[in-house]
């Protein structure tokens, strides 16, 4: 059986005051109206892996009101060589915990348990916005490959940002920069060479692939600079100047961009249909989960959140024909169950309803 959420449970957690659910492997359909709470349900899900979650929010934005008395999500881990107990939990102005096995642990430690991806309304818009949006996605794709992605990622960041506080003050002794520079060469280098590693392990994923969704062509572009240490650390150095006159540094992996383009087609995504841009974010997402399939023998989770209702009939049911072939425990939300009818008992079906402000979850 592929590595799924056995149990999960929320406290205080948004609209849920306590939701509690036992599950086995097979996807999982959540339905309701909307304001129910089913993308809250998911987004606690997302807090199992590195990072803000799917609505990239705070600790302090998931409390629930108005009780406002710190919020708690508590899961178990199953499949092949993986039982792991999950604790997440933050007080009121406290930072989110985490608990592994009942040991206080790192938020990057989670991306070693299990593998997450995700696809939500707000990147419907990802191929028209700006490149920053596009750069957590791939972030996110390279992260389920690679999990030491995401100490790489903190730590460049980390080191930017002190040296974006230096340019800003106008400190112009080298010696302030010269360490954190070698720290960002170090972990930039590795960054730019984890996503073009997992650029191509997307490639080969779609190759031959037998799916509904269309195949995307895919690029790293923008000003990332020089690829390797050496040439990096000297592009920031010679830059000192110009970042300074910025306020903020210009030239590095957090500059990078990723390109997509319809391969059938041969148009870029940006100029694509809406409904094209969404099939090839399906796409994107399927390749990812069978990669990750392909190279470790075990599919992610999934996260889709309305991805049904954007669907037609057919569609819809290659991409569920799709994530059952995989054997993904995928998450899924719609406002009601005849969205997930191809599914039948293939997943298990959750209806969310809320109540005086309270999420409530039953087996129908």
Same mark, same amino acid.
């Not at 409390?63 to 092949?80: C, D, M, N, S, V």
């Not at 939990?89 to 938020?107: F, L, N």
């Not at 997992?198 to 062509?217: H, I, K, M, N």
């Given at each position: *059986?592929?590595?799924?959420?056995?149990?999960?449970?929320?406290?205080?957690?948004?609209?849920?005051?306590?939701?509690?659910?036992?599950?086995?492997?097979?996807?999982?359909?959540?339905?309701?109206? $909307?304001?129910?709470?089913?993308?809250?349900? *998911?987004?606690?899900?997302?807090?199992?892996?590195?990072?803000?979650?799917?609505?990239?929010?705070?600790?302090?934005?998931?409390?629930?009101r108005p009780e406002a008395i710190g919020w708690k999500i508590r899961a178990t881990l199953a499949g092949p060589g993986l039982s792991h107990e999950v604790e997440l939990s933050a007080?009121?102005?406290?930072?989110?915990?985490?608990?592994i096995d009942g040991k206080a642990a790192p938020q990057t430690a989670l991306a070693r348990l299990i593998r997450i991806v995700w696809l939500v309304p707000a990147q419907d818009r990802? @191929?028209?916005?700006?490149?920053?949006?596009?750069?957590?996605?791939?972030?996110?794709?390279?992260?389920?490959?690679?999990?030491?992605?995401?100490?790489?990622?903190?730590?460049?960041?980390?080191? *930017?940002?002190?040296? $974006?506080?230096?340019?800003?003050?106008?400190?112009?002794?080298?010696? @302030?920069?010269?360490?954190?520079?070698?720290?960002?060469?170090?972990?930039?280098?590795?960054?730019?060479?984890?996503?073009?590693?997992?650029?191509?392990?997307?490639?080969?994923?779609?190759?031959?692939?037998?799916?509904?969704?269309?195949?995307?062509?895919?690029?790293?572009?923008?000003?990332?600079?020089?690829?390797?240490?050496?040439?990096?650390?000297?592009?920031?150095?010679?830059?000192?100047?110009?970042?300074?006159?910025?306020?903020?540094?210009?030239?590095?992996?957090?500059?990078?961009?990723?390109?997509?383009?319809?391969?059938?087609?041969?148009?870029?995504?940006?100029?694509?249909?809406?409904?094209?841009?969404?099939?090839?974010?399906?796409?994107?997402?399927?390749? $990812?989960?069978?990669?990750?399939?392909?190279?470790?023998?075990?599919?992610?989770?999934?996260?889709?959140?309305?991805?049904?209702? &954007?669907?037609?009939?057919?569609?819809?049911?290659?991409?569920?024909?799709?994530?059952?072939?995989?054997?993904?425990?995928? @998450? *899924?939300?719609?406002?009601?169950?005849?969205?997930?009818?191809?599914?039948?008992?293939?997943?298990?079906?959750?209806?969310? &309803?809320?109540?005086?402000?309270?999420?409530?979850?039953?087996?129908?």
């Amino acid at each position: *059986m592929t590595p799924h959420v056995a149990h999960i449970g929320l406290s205080h957690f948004r609209s849920h005051k306590r939701t509690r659910l036992d599950l086995d492997g097979r996807p999982v359909a959540l339905f309701g109206p $909307n304001g129910a709470g089913k993308t809250n349900l *998911m987004e606690a899900v997302s807090f199992l892996s590195p990072g803000r979650g799917l609505r990239r929010a705070t600790a302090e934005e998931v409390i629930r009101r108005p009780e406002a008395i710190g919020w708690k999500i508590r899961a178990t881990l199953a499949g092949p060589g993986l039982s792991h107990e999950v604790e997440l939990s933050a007080e009121p102005d406290a930072p989110r915990s985490v608990r592994i096995d009942g040991k206080a642990a790192p938020q990057t430690a989670l991306a070693r348990l299990i593998r997450i991806v995700w696809l939500v309304p707000a990147q419907d818009r990802l @191929w028209i916005e700006g490149a920053d949006g596009r750069r957590r996605f791939l972030d996110r794709m390279t992260m389920s490959f690679l999990p030491d992605h995401a100490d790489d990622v903190l730590t460049y960041e980390k080191a *930017m940002r002190e040296r $974006n506080r230096l340019l800003r003050d106008e400190v112009r002794d080298p010696a @302030w920069y010269r360490a954190l520079e070698s720290q960002m060469a170090d972990a930039g280098a590795a960054i730019t060479a984890n996503r073009l590693d997992v650029l191509s392990r997307l490639r080969t994923a779609q190759e031959g692939a037998d799916t509904a969704f269309p195949s995307a062509g895919l690029s790293l572009e923008g000003e990332t600079g020089p690829q390797d240490t050496p040439g990096l650390a000297e592009a920031l150095a010679d830059g000192r100047a110009r970042d300074m006159a910025a306020g903020r540094t210009l030239t590095g992996p957090h500059r990078a961009d990723l390109g997509a383009v319809y391969l059938a087609k041969g148009v870029p995504a940006r100029r694509c249909s809406t409904g094209e841009q969404k099939a090839l974010l399906i796409s994107l997402v399927l390749a $990812n989960a069978r990669g990750l399939r392909t190279e470790t023998g075990a599919a992610p989770l999934i996260l889709l959140d309305e991805v049904a209702a &954007h669907l037609d009939a057919g569609r819809r049911a290659a991409l569920f024909d799709e994530i059952c072939a995989l054997e993904a425990q995928a @998450w *899924m939300t719609g406002t009601g169950p005849e969205l997930f009818a191809e599914l039948g008992q293939r997943a298990q079906h959750f209806a969310v &309803h809320e109540t005086d402000g309270i999420s409530e979850v039953t087996a129908p």
